[in-house]
């Protein structure tokens, strides 16, 4: 891990981050700070005794010590954001757990030592981590709502916005995120309500379009089968969200189609809705069949139970069961796809002989045509001439009768 590259990112972040402060007026007077009550929130230096965990918060920390690495060489470019919970006066926070375990660490380790210790190490604690030990660590301090929807909704936000994109991850928390706001719009007037794809688009400061919010809301509602296939063979999630209105065992049958079928780094022409559901609705009446003919049998003696489990049994071992049942349907419907592609390519082929034949038919009609043009011009000229000639033989035999 280069980590001048990622300071360099980490500075870029900071700039970006004081730029979106706006307008806030910051006045420092100690550890004070006064700001406009219509910033909609408010920057503070608190005790890192004082910040907790939200419980709401799911992300994982990693990479702690990569982290204090960063700290140590470029100091705390980001403040963290926290809420303040009144009752029981401290400051939850909303993002930033990894940078606050990592600070945590540090000043455990640096701030027990007795004496100096000259290494590059300490002297960078000293100069980039020890004041916000002293002084607190930078915090931005949310005046937002503080009900459950509002902070796991900054959450998301917080998290979302600087996190690596994810497909399982960011699909499953833009569709938490679009719950929460469907939910909030219905408390409000008519009149302010908004687009909810629109928002959360807006909300991660437009690292996602709203097309793609709405494919990452239909990818999250496919199930898990079905998500990781694609996930694991590497297929974009716009060619398979369109799917999001197939019934669970339809899912489950287009699940098995791609693992039967896809070879990875190559494109697979996935089936219709209506060849999923074609293939379905045989599979369902094949297993509904089979249930059926088992269900024939009534045994009306005392060993019912062990007659049964031996009927079933030997129905069994005659029997497909639904898993192969299923694969018999993606087979069928991979031979239909086939035969469906044979079939476009030999009209095509045909098509393009046709069309070949057409332009033959063509080149030789323009070259007939000029052929009779050349022969009637022909044609014109030794009849001219043996006009000619006839007149020049009437003068003559006029010429001769008048002696």
Not at 149 to 160: F, G, L, M, P
Request: include cysteine; charge should be negative; hydrophobic fraction near 30%.
């Amino acid at each position: 891990m280069n980590l001048n590259m990622l300071g360099n990112d980490l500075k870029d972040s900071a700039k970006q981050s004081l730029q979106g402060l706006g307008s806030l007026n910051l006045s420092q007077e100690g550890n004070r700070t006064s700001v406009p009550d219509t910033a909609p929130r408010t920057f503070k230096r608190i005790s890192y005794q004082k910040i907790k965990s939200s419980e709401l918060n799911d992300y994982p920390i990693d990479n702690i010590e990569e982290m204090e690495q960063l700290l140590l060489q470029y100091g705390l470019l980001n403040p963290l954001n926290v809420n303040y919970i009144e009752d029981n006066d401290i400051y939850e926070l909303e993002s930033g757990d990894r940078r606050l375990h990592a600070l945590q660490n540090l000043f455990q380790r640096y701030e027990n030592i007795d004496g100096v210790e000259d290494t590059v190490e300490y002297k960078l604690y000293c100069k980039n981590i020890h004041p916000l030990y002293v002084n607190g660590i930078d915090c931005m301090v949310e005046k937002g709502d503080t009900d459950r929807d509002s902070v796991r909704a900054r959450i998301i936000v917080h998290n979302e916005s600087v996190r690596p994109f994810d497909a399982l991850r960011t699909a499953e928390k833009i569709n938490e995120l679009a719950e929460i706001y469907t939910r909030q719009n219905k408390n409000l007037p008519k009149e302010q309500r908004f687009n909810v794809n629109q928002r959360i688009a807006d909300d991660l400061k437009g690292k996602y379009t709203v097309r793609q919010i709405i494919r990452y809301k239909n990818f999250d509602s496919l199930i898990d089968e079905l998500k990781e296939v694609v996930i694991n063979h590497g297929m974009s999630i716009s060619e398979i969200s369109t799917y999001h209105t197939l019934t669970v065992d339809e899912q489950a049958l287009l699940a098995h189609y791609i693992k039967q079928y896809h070879i990875p780094g190559e494109k697979l022409t996935l089936p219709s809705i209506e060849e999923i559901r074609d293939m379905v609705d045989w599979t369902t009446e094949s297993n509904n069949s089979s249930e059926k003919s088992s269900s024939d049998i009534q045994p009306d003696n005392d060993n019912a139970g062990s007659i049964k489990e031996e009927t079933t049994s030997d129905f069994s071992a005659e029997n497909e069961d639904f898993e192969e049942l299923k694969k018999k349907a993606a087979k069928k419907l991979k031979e239909n796809k086939d035969n469906e592609n044979d079939k476009i390519q030999s009209t095509a082929l045909a098509i393009q002989k046709k069309t070949k034949q057409l332009e033959r038919d063509f080149y030789n009609y323009l070259t007939d045509s000029e052929q009779i043009e050349l022969d009637l011009s022909t044609f014109i000229k030794e009849l001219e001439t043996s006009i000619e000639t006839l007149s020049n033989l009437k003068e003559s035999v006029t010429k001769y009768e008048r002696r």
